[in-house]
Protein backbone atom coordinates (compact mmCIF):
# COMPACT_ATOMS: atom_id res chain seq x y z
CA UNK A 1 0.00 0.00 0.00
CA UNK A 2 1.31 3.92 -0.68
CA UNK A 3 0.14 6.43 0.33
CA UNK A 4 0.75 10.32 -0.76
CA UNK A 5 0.83 13.03 1.74
CA UNK A 6 0.68 16.10 -0.24
CA UNK A 7 1.22 20.02 1.44
CA UNK A 8 3.74 22.42 2.92
CA UNK A 9 6.44 22.36 5.42
CA UNK A 10 7.62 25.13 7.06
CA UNK A 11 10.65 26.27 9.51
CA UNK A 12 8.67 25.54 13.14
CA UNK A 13 9.88 28.37 15.90
CA UNK A 14 8.35 27.63 19.41
CA UNK A 15 9.07 29.94 22.78
CA UNK A 16 11.36 27.92 24.92
CA UNK A 17 12.87 29.97 28.29
CA UNK A 18 15.85 31.09 27.12
CA UNK A 19 15.03 32.03 23.28
CA UNK A 20 13.14 30.20 20.72
CA UNK A 21 13.33 26.78 19.57
CA UNK A 22 13.55 25.70 15.88
CA UNK A 23 11.62 22.80 14.21
CA UNK A 24 10.12 21.76 11.47
CA UNK A 25 6.35 21.09 10.66
CA UNK A 26 3.18 21.65 8.74
CA UNK A 27 -0.46 19.87 8.89
CA UNK A 28 0.53 16.82 6.12
CA UNK A 29 3.80 16.80 7.59
CA UNK A 30 2.64 15.73 10.75
CA UNK A 31 0.08 13.54 9.13
CA UNK A 32 2.66 12.00 6.94
CA UNK A 33 5.14 11.44 9.97
CA UNK A 34 2.86 9.19 11.92
CA UNK A 35 1.42 7.63 8.87
CA UNK A 36 5.07 6.32 8.73
CA UNK A 37 5.46 5.29 11.84
CA UNK A 38 2.17 3.55 12.11
CA UNK A 39 2.94 1.68 8.87
CA UNK A 40 6.62 1.06 9.12
CA UNK A 41 6.13 -2.83 10.20
CA UNK A 42 2.60 -3.43 7.78
CA UNK A 43 4.66 -2.29 4.50
CA UNK A 44 2.97 1.24 4.10
CA UNK A 45 5.16 3.42 1.88
CA UNK A 46 4.47 7.20 2.55
CA UNK A 47 5.70 9.61 0.41
CA UNK A 48 5.32 13.76 0.97
CA UNK A 49 5.07 15.25 -2.47
CA UNK A 50 5.99 19.38 -1.76
CA UNK A 51 8.84 21.73 -3.04
CA UNK A 52 11.70 23.39 -0.68
CA UNK A 53 14.17 25.62 -1.65
CA UNK A 54 18.25 24.38 -2.29
CA UNK A 55 19.23 25.85 1.10
CA UNK A 56 20.43 24.27 4.25
CA UNK A 57 17.21 24.02 6.26
CA UNK A 58 15.22 22.53 3.08
CA UNK A 59 17.89 19.89 3.04
CA UNK A 60 17.66 19.67 6.85
CA UNK A 61 14.01 19.23 6.34
CA UNK A 62 14.76 16.87 3.53
CA UNK A 63 16.87 14.43 5.96
CA UNK A 64 14.56 14.40 8.77
CA UNK A 65 11.73 12.93 6.60
CA UNK A 66 14.33 10.46 5.48
CA UNK A 67 15.10 9.47 8.99
CA UNK A 68 10.95 8.95 9.74
CA UNK A 69 11.06 6.55 6.99
CA UNK A 70 8.96 8.91 4.42
CA UNK A 71 10.08 8.67 0.90
CA UNK A 72 10.90 11.76 -0.33
CA UNK A 73 11.99 11.54 -3.88
CA UNK A 74 8.76 13.36 -4.37
CA UNK A 75 10.07 16.49 -3.28
CA UNK A 76 10.81 19.39 -5.70
CA UNK A 77 13.95 21.22 -4.76
CA UNK A 78 14.12 24.47 -6.03
CA UNK A 79 16.79 26.67 -7.06
CA UNK A 80 16.63 29.98 -5.25
CA UNK A 81 13.58 28.82 -3.00
CA UNK A 82 13.41 28.97 0.56
CA UNK A 83 10.67 26.63 2.99
CA UNK A 84 8.24 29.43 4.55
CA UNK A 85 8.66 29.63 8.43
CA UNK A 86 5.94 30.17 11.13
CA UNK A 87 6.10 30.84 14.84
CA UNK A 88 3.79 29.13 17.94
CA UNK A 89 2.89 30.61 21.15
CA UNK A 90 1.18 28.36 23.73
CA UNK A 91 -0.80 29.00 26.56
CA UNK A 92 -0.55 27.42 30.28
CA UNK A 93 -3.98 25.70 28.97
CA UNK A 94 -2.04 24.52 25.41
CA UNK A 95 -4.06 26.12 23.19
CA UNK A 96 -1.87 27.69 20.22
CA UNK A 97 -1.70 31.31 18.46
CA UNK A 98 0.50 30.67 15.11
CA UNK A 99 2.57 33.64 13.55
CA UNK A 100 3.31 33.07 9.65
CA UNK A 101 5.92 33.88 7.16
CA UNK A 102 4.89 31.98 4.07
CA UNK A 103 4.28 34.85 1.09
CA UNK A 104 7.37 33.14 -0.46
CA UNK A 105 7.75 29.60 0.24
CA UNK A 106 8.51 27.04 -2.00
CA UNK A 107 5.55 24.84 -1.81
CA UNK A 108 3.51 27.37 -3.55
CA UNK A 109 5.73 26.46 -6.75
CA UNK A 110 5.46 22.73 -6.51
CA UNK A 111 2.72 22.38 -9.37
CA UNK A 112 3.87 24.80 -11.70
CA UNK A 113 6.09 23.96 -15.01
CA UNK A 114 6.91 20.75 -16.28
CA UNK A 115 8.06 19.11 -13.48
CA UNK A 116 5.26 20.48 -11.48
CA UNK A 117 2.85 18.67 -14.14
CA UNK A 118 4.68 15.79 -13.70
CA UNK A 119 4.44 15.47 -10.26
CA UNK A 120 0.70 16.19 -10.50
CA UNK A 121 -0.02 12.78 -12.78
CA UNK A 122 2.36 11.11 -10.24
CA UNK A 123 -0.43 10.83 -7.73
CA UNK A 124 -2.55 7.80 -9.88
CA UNK A 125 0.83 5.58 -9.00
CA UNK A 126 -1.00 5.74 -5.60
CA UNK A 127 -3.31 3.95 -3.15
CA UNK A 128 -4.22 6.48 -1.27
CA UNK A 129 -3.95 10.35 -1.57
CA UNK A 130 -4.02 12.51 1.29
CA UNK A 131 -3.85 16.91 1.54
CA UNK A 132 -5.64 19.63 2.71
CA UNK A 133 -7.37 22.73 2.26
CA UNK A 134 -3.94 24.41 3.08
CA UNK A 135 -2.81 22.37 0.08
CA UNK A 136 -5.36 24.15 -1.78
CA UNK A 137 -4.69 27.74 -0.26
CA UNK A 138 -1.25 28.03 -1.35
CA UNK A 139 -1.08 27.23 -4.92
CA UNK A 140 -1.97 29.57 -7.29
CA UNK A 141 -4.98 28.96 -9.40
CA UNK A 142 -2.88 27.42 -12.49
CA UNK A 143 -1.02 25.11 -9.97
CA UNK A 144 -4.62 24.41 -7.98
CA UNK A 145 -5.76 23.22 -11.09
CA UNK A 146 -2.93 20.95 -12.19
CA UNK A 147 -3.30 19.53 -8.76
CA UNK A 148 -6.85 18.73 -9.40
CA UNK A 149 -6.17 17.00 -12.62
CA UNK A 150 -4.17 15.03 -10.65
CA UNK A 151 -6.24 14.29 -8.48
CA UNK A 152 -9.33 13.34 -10.89
CA UNK A 153 -6.65 10.99 -12.59
CA UNK A 154 -5.43 9.06 -9.13
CA UNK A 155 -9.62 8.42 -8.57
CA UNK A 156 -10.20 7.41 -12.23
CA UNK A 157 -7.30 4.83 -11.20
CA UNK A 158 -8.57 3.65 -7.96
CA UNK A 159 -7.12 5.55 -5.32
CA UNK A 160 -8.84 6.12 -2.15
CA UNK A 161 -8.46 10.43 -1.63
CA UNK A 162 -8.83 11.66 1.95
CA UNK A 163 -9.29 15.49 2.40
CA UNK A 164 -8.86 17.97 5.78
CA UNK A 165 -10.55 21.54 5.09
CA UNK A 166 -8.65 23.18 7.63
CA UNK A 167 -9.25 26.43 6.58
CA UNK A 168 -7.14 29.47 7.66
CA UNK A 169 -8.57 32.56 6.27
CA UNK A 170 -5.28 34.18 6.16
CA UNK A 171 -4.22 31.77 3.19
CA UNK A 172 -6.94 32.61 0.89
CA UNK A 173 -8.03 35.98 -0.76
CA UNK A 174 -11.74 35.79 0.60
CA UNK A 175 -14.04 33.19 2.12
CA UNK A 176 -15.72 33.01 -1.32
CA UNK A 177 -12.92 31.87 -2.93
CA UNK A 178 -11.84 29.26 -0.42
CA UNK A 179 -15.34 27.72 -0.32
CA UNK A 180 -15.41 27.48 -4.11
CA UNK A 181 -12.20 25.49 -3.94
CA UNK A 182 -13.37 23.45 -1.21
CA UNK A 183 -16.62 22.97 -3.20
CA UNK A 184 -14.49 21.55 -6.32
CA UNK A 185 -12.10 19.56 -4.08
CA UNK A 186 -14.91 17.60 -2.03
CA UNK A 187 -16.08 16.42 -5.70
CA UNK A 188 -13.40 14.14 -5.75
CA UNK A 189 -12.76 12.95 -2.17
CA UNK A 190 -13.78 9.36 -0.65
CA UNK A 191 -13.11 10.41 3.12
CA UNK A 192 -13.25 14.45 4.64
CA UNK A 193 -12.34 14.75 7.73
CA UNK A 194 -13.21 18.11 8.85
CA UNK A 195 -12.55 19.83 12.33
CA UNK A 196 -15.85 21.90 13.41
CA UNK A 197 -14.33 25.04 14.59
CA UNK A 198 -12.56 25.60 10.80
CA UNK A 199 -16.10 24.67 9.07
CA UNK A 200 -18.48 27.20 11.49
CA UNK A 201 -15.37 29.66 10.41
CA UNK A 202 -15.99 28.30 7.11
CA UNK A 203 -20.02 27.87 6.15
CA UNK A 204 -21.42 29.09 9.88
CA UNK A 205 -22.21 25.20 10.71
CA UNK A 206 -24.24 25.32 13.88
CA UNK A 207 -23.09 21.86 15.12
CA UNK A 208 -20.95 19.11 14.07
CA UNK A 209 -24.22 17.42 12.64
CA UNK A 210 -25.25 19.99 10.51
CA UNK A 211 -21.73 20.02 8.79
CA UNK A 212 -21.56 16.24 8.25
CA UNK A 213 -24.75 16.51 6.81
CA UNK A 214 -23.81 19.24 4.34
CA UNK A 215 -20.87 17.16 3.18
CA UNK A 216 -22.91 14.22 3.06
CA UNK A 217 -25.60 15.54 0.74
CA UNK A 218 -22.53 16.30 -1.80
CA UNK A 219 -22.00 12.51 -1.88
CA UNK A 220 -19.06 11.57 0.22
CA UNK A 221 -19.65 8.32 1.89
CA UNK A 222 -17.26 8.72 4.73
CA UNK A 223 -17.24 12.09 7.35
CA UNK A 224 -15.41 12.29 10.31
CA UNK A 225 -15.96 15.53 12.15
CA UNK A 226 -13.44 15.92 15.22
CA UNK A 227 -14.49 19.06 17.79
CA UNK A 228 -11.26 19.31 19.97
CA UNK A 229 -12.22 17.03 22.95
CA UNK A 230 -15.62 17.25 22.88
CA UNK A 231 -17.84 14.28 20.70
CA UNK A 232 -16.76 13.00 17.40
CA UNK A 233 -19.35 12.93 14.84
CA UNK A 234 -19.46 10.02 11.96
CA UNK A 235 -21.29 9.98 8.83
CA UNK A 236 -21.02 6.56 7.36
CA UNK A 237 -23.44 5.52 4.35
CA UNK A 238 -25.71 9.28 5.38
CA UNK A 239 -25.76 7.63 9.18
CA UNK A 240 -24.87 9.99 11.85
CA UNK A 241 -23.14 8.67 14.93
CA UNK A 242 -21.40 10.15 17.64
CA UNK A 243 -18.56 9.05 18.80
CA UNK A 244 -17.00 10.42 22.94
CA UNK A 245 -13.08 9.74 22.74
CA UNK A 246 -11.01 9.33 25.54
CA UNK A 247 -10.70 13.20 26.43
CA UNK A 248 -7.10 14.59 27.88
CA UNK A 249 -7.91 16.39 31.14
CA UNK A 250 -4.34 18.50 31.51
CA UNK A 251 -3.63 18.36 27.97
CA UNK A 252 0.04 20.33 27.37
CA UNK A 253 0.42 21.11 23.39
CA UNK A 254 -2.76 20.57 21.15
CA UNK A 255 -0.26 20.78 17.79
CA UNK A 256 -1.14 18.42 15.57
CA UNK A 257 -3.93 16.84 17.84
CA UNK A 258 -5.80 16.74 14.50
CA UNK A 259 -3.30 15.82 12.05
CA UNK A 260 -2.46 13.22 14.24
CA UNK A 261 -6.04 12.10 14.65
CA UNK A 262 -6.45 12.00 10.65
CA UNK A 263 -3.37 9.80 10.31
CA UNK A 264 -4.42 7.28 12.80
CA UNK A 265 -8.17 7.41 11.17
CA UNK A 266 -6.37 6.41 7.53
CA UNK A 267 -3.99 3.88 8.64
CA UNK A 268 -7.18 2.14 10.38
CA UNK A 269 -9.12 2.24 7.61
CA UNK A 270 -6.22 0.97 4.80
CA UNK A 271 -5.67 -1.87 7.09
CA UNK A 272 -9.18 -2.85 6.46
CA UNK A 273 -10.85 -1.38 9.75
CA UNK A 274 -14.28 -0.58 10.28
CA UNK A 275 -15.08 3.57 10.66
CA UNK A 276 -16.01 2.20 13.79
CA UNK A 277 -12.90 1.02 15.20
CA UNK A 278 -10.71 3.63 13.32
CA UNK A 279 -11.65 6.36 14.89
CA UNK A 280 -11.51 4.89 18.43
CA UNK A 281 -7.79 4.14 17.14
CA UNK A 282 -7.70 8.02 15.59
CA UNK A 283 -8.47 9.53 19.02
CA UNK A 284 -6.48 7.11 20.88
CA UNK A 285 -2.89 8.38 19.28
CA UNK A 286 -4.76 11.99 19.59
CA UNK A 287 -4.89 11.33 23.70
CA UNK A 288 -1.08 10.61 23.46
CA UNK A 289 0.17 13.60 21.33
CA UNK A 290 -1.89 16.43 22.97
CA UNK A 291 -0.03 15.32 26.34
CA UNK A 292 3.21 15.80 24.91
CA UNK A 293 5.00 19.44 23.87
CA UNK A 294 5.64 19.65 20.34
CA UNK A 295 3.68 18.23 16.87
CA UNK A 296 5.86 14.66 17.00
CA UNK A 297 5.89 12.54 20.06
CA UNK A 298 8.68 11.02 20.44
CA UNK A 299 8.91 7.76 18.53
CA UNK A 300 7.18 4.43 19.87
CA UNK A 301 4.68 6.53 21.87
CA UNK A 302 1.88 5.97 18.47
CA UNK A 303 2.04 2.54 19.32
Not at 195 to 223: C, H, M, Q, V, W
Not at 266 to 291: H, Q, Y
Amino acid sequence: MRIACVGECMIELTDAPHGMNRSFGGDTLNTAVYLARLGAKQGIEVDYITAVGDDPYSQEMINAWSSEGIGVKTVRQISNAMPGLYAIRTTQKGERSFFYWRSASAARQMFEGVEGKRLASSLKDYDWVYFSGITMGILDLDGRMIFLDGLRRASEAGAKLAYDSNYRPRIWSDVEEARAANAVTLGWVDLALPSFDDERLLYGDKNPEETARRIANLGLPEIVVKDGDRDIVMSVGSEIQRYRGESNPSPLDTTAAGDSFNAGYIFARMMGKSPETAVVDAARLAFKVVGVRGAIIPRGMEA
